[in-house]
C-alpha cells in the first residue's frame, strides 16, 4: 500500500500569508494526486487534479507541484473562506489513501 | 448539474447491518468508476471501495473486506454499499464520490456526496 504523509497537521496563519503544504508518497505515483479542502459540515472539494491542474472554478490563489513523491500545495494570500482542512489523494493504485490532513486555522 | 445524494445512514447496535444508497443525477452513471469514502467524526478521510462503471472491478480497504459490498445499477443510476457486521469503529460519514477522467486517463474523485451518518452503537 502506498502511504501518504501530510505535513504539517496544523497551521496558524494570518490573511495574506503565503500557505504550503506537502505531502509525500512512500513510492513514486507520478502526478496521480489530487488536493482538497474541506470545511466542517461538508463534503470535500477539489481544489488540484494531475498534481497541478486547478480544477474550474476554483481560485487561482491555489496551485500544486510535484511529482512522484513530493508534492505541494500553495496559497499564495490565505484568504478568510481558506480556513479549512486540507487533504491529498493519491490514485496511483488501490487502495486509494489520503494524507492525514492539514488544518489551517487563523493566527 | 452532477448531484450525488446519499441515503441509509442511522443508529445500530454492534453486529447489526445497514445499506447505503448513493442516487447519481446529472451524468450516466454508466460511464464512471464510483467510490465511498468515510469519515469518522474528528477525523481524516479513508477510502472504503471502488467498482468500475461495469462492476467488473471491484476494490476494498482491509478494514472492511469480508463484511462490506458495493454494487450498483446503471439503470437506476444508483450506487449501494451493503455493510455488515458492523463495528463501533464503522461510525462514521460515509460519501459516495464520482472517479473523473481528463483525456482518457482517471484524475481521481471529483463530485462527492454530502454524505449519511452510520453511528454503531450499543
Known amino acids: 500500500d502506498i502511504q501518504m504523509t501530510q505535513s504539517p497537521s496544523s497551521l496558524s496563519a494570518s490573511v495574506g500569508d503565503r500557505v504550503t503544504i506537502t505531502c509525500r508518497a512512500s513510492q513514486g505515483i507520478r502526478n496521480d494526486l489530487n488536493w482538497y479542502q474541506q470545511k466542517p459540515g461538508q463534503a470535500p472539494k477539489r481544489l488540484i487534479y494531475?498534481?497541478?491542474s486547478l480544477q474550474s472554478g476554483v481560485p487561482a490563489r491555489f496551485s500544486g507541484s510535484g511529482s512522484g513523491t513530493e508534492f505541494t500545495l500553495t496559497i499564495s494570500s490565505l484568504q478568510p473562506e481558506d480556513f479549512a482542512t486540507y487533504y491529498c489523494?493519491?490514485?496511483?493504485?488501490?487502495?486509494?489513501?489520503f494524507g492525514q490532513g492539514t488544518k489551517v486555522e487563523i493566527k | 448539474e452532477v448531484q450525488l445524494v446519499e441515503s441509509g445512514g442511522g443508529l445500530v447496535k454492534p453486529g447489526g447491518s445497514l445499506r447505503l444508497s448513493c442516487a447519481a443525477s446529472g451524468f450516466t452513471l454508466s460511464s464512471y468508476t464510483m467510490n465511498w469514502v468515510r469519515q469518522a467524526p474528528g477525523k481524516g478521510l479513508e477510502w472504503v471501495s471502488s467498482i468500475s462503471s461495469n462492476s467488473y472491478y471491484i476494490y476494498y480497504a482491509d478494514s472492511v473486506k469480508g463484511r462490506f459490498t458495493i454494487s450498483r445499477d446503471n439503470a437506476r443510476n444508483s450506487l449501494f454499499l451493503q455493510i455488515n457486521s458492523l463495528r463501533v469503529e464503522d461510525t462514521a460519514v460515509y460519501y459516495c464520490?464520482?472517479?473523473?477522467?481528463?483525456?482518457?486517463?482517471?484524475?481521481?474523485?471529483?463530485?462527492w456526496g454530502q454524505g449519511t451518518l452510520v453511528t454503531v452503537s450499543s
Open positions: 494531475a498534481a497541478s
Open positions: 464520490a464520482r472517479d473523473s477522467t481528463f483525456a482518457g486517463v482517471i484524475v481521481g474523485f471529483d463530485y
Open positions: 489523494l493519491q490514485h496511483n493504485s488501490y487502495p486509494r489513501t
